[in-house]
Every structure is written in structure tokens, then in C-alpha cells.
């Protein structure tokens, strides 16, 4: 069964401090992974996505990223702001489908504390 | 450049009433899709369009139904409201599934 499992759930951490958030998958054939985040009250905005061949992927202070042979993506926060708290969801899609077969995880809530 | 408006931003229902999740995209998008976020659980697909009169069921289909008569708009309609069907709404659209999904702000909606 094609699942997506996020780590931690929840996380609180101080302002200006990094933080790792990790999301497994087993999802065949694989197509791509991407890193949402949601707002709390708002719909997810796309951070990267990166395919079978990238293993890391850049956005500001964002980095994600893929190892396909053990099927693990992180997300790297670098120098958080309190604007970063919200939750951060791992979306893995399979090939095959007309919709593209997205396989949401269930997030990691993370709070940015001052 | 409005992306994807999705109506109302609340709405509370009594079980048993009807009513119509309206969704709309600017963006000349063929795809898109419905779904629902409950606290603990990932976003579970209900519906989905490739295109202007073409749809299909997604992974929770049941107790909803949906139309596209045009390439903008979208709506879910819920034909006879129950408690389980409390939850927030999100309407997406795509160019490309594989490149990536444009969401809405989501509907909240609670059945009583």
C-alpha cells in the first residue's frame, strides 16, 4: 500500500534556530516528492518538488531533501522565523493515474516561538 | 490573478440539508480535484476532473457529487449533510498533476 509517513507530528522550536523535519514513503513507481506548507486557515502553498534523479532542492531558507534508494526526503529550516510556523506537508506522487496519484502525508506542526 | 476561489469560507449545516461547495480557477487549468483535511489525517482525495465534462471518484466519494460544465468551475455538492461530513474543503487545480497542485483557501464546514 502506497503510504507517507511524517516525523516528527509536532515541533516547537525558538526563533532563529534550525530544525529538520522528516517525511518516509512507500509509494511504487515513484514519480516525484513535494514539500507543502499550510497556514493555519489556509489552503498548502508549494515549497519543491524534486524527482528520481535531484537529491536536493533549494527555496530561501528551505531545503529539502531525497534519498530514493532508502525512500526518505527531509525539510531543512534554516534561521526560523515565527512566520514559519505552520504545518509542513510531504506529498509523494506515483506514476500512473489521471490525477497525478498524490499520496499525502499528515504533516508535522511546527511552532516558532519567540 | 485571483488563482483558485473557493465559496464560502464557512458554512454550518444541519444533517439532512443540501447545499454546494462552489469552486472557481483563472488559470485555464484542465485538472482539478476536491478534497477534505480532518485533524490527524493527510488530504484525502473525493473527486476529480481532467477536464470540461469529464469526472471521476476519488478515495472518499460517498455523499457527494460534482459536475464540469466549464473548464473554471468546479463545485461539490453534499446531497443530504451528515455529522461525518464535518471537515475543511480544499478545491486544487493543476496545468500538470506532476508539476504540482494550486490550492484554494479551503471551506470549513460543520454539520450539527
Known amino acids: 500500500k502506497n503510504q507517507v509517513e511524517q516525523s516528527p507530528q509536532s515541533l516547537i522550536i525558538l526563533e532563529g534556530k534550525n530544525c529538520t523535519l522528516q517525511?518516509?514513503?512507500?509509494?511504487?513507481?515513484?514519480?516525484?516528492l513535494r514539500w507543502y506548507k499550510q497556514d493555519t486557515g489556509r489552503g498548502p502553498v508549494s515549497l519543491t518538488i524534486m524527482t528520481f534523479s535531484e537529491n536536493t532542492k533549494s527555496n530561501g531558507r528551505y531545503t529539502a531533501t531525497l534519498d530514493a534508494d532508502t525512500k526518505q526526503s527531509s525539510l531543512h529550516i534554516t534561521a526560523s522565523q515565527l512566520s514559519d510556523s505552520a504545518s509542513y506537508i510531504c506529498v509523494v506522487s506515483a506514476y500512473g493515474g489521471s490525477q497525478g496519484n498524490l499520496i499525502f502525508g499528515k504533516g508535522t506542526k511546527l511552532s516558532v516561538k519567540p | 490573478n485571483a488563482g483558485v476561489t473557493q465559496t464560502p469560507k464557512f458554512q454550518v449545516l444541519k444533517t439532512g440539508q443540501s447545499m454546494t461547495l462552489q469552486c472557481a480557477q483563472d488559470?485555464?487549468?484542465?485538472?482539478m480535484s476536491w478534497y477534505r483535511q480532518d485533524p490527524g489525517m493527510g488530504l484525502r482525495l473525493i473527486h476529480y476532473s481532467v477536464g470540461a465534462g469529464i469526472t471521476d471518484q476519488g478515495e472518499v466519494p460517498n455523499g457527494y457529487n460534482v459536475s464540469r460544465s466549464t473548464t473554471e468551475d468546479f463545485p461539490l455538492r453534499l446531497l443530504s449533510a451528515a455529522p461525518s461530513q464535518t471537515s475543511v474543503y480544499f478545491c486544487?487545480?493543476?496545468?500538470?498533476?506532476?508539476?504540482?497542485?494550486?490550492f484554494g483557501s479551503g471551506t470549513r464546514l460543520t454539520v450539527v
Open positions: 517525511c518516509n514513503y512507500t509509494v511504487s513507481p515513484f514519480s516525484n
Open positions: 486544487a487545480s493543476s496545468y500538470e498533476p506532476a508539476w504540482g497542485y494550486t
Open positions: 488559470m485555464n487549468h484542465e485538472y
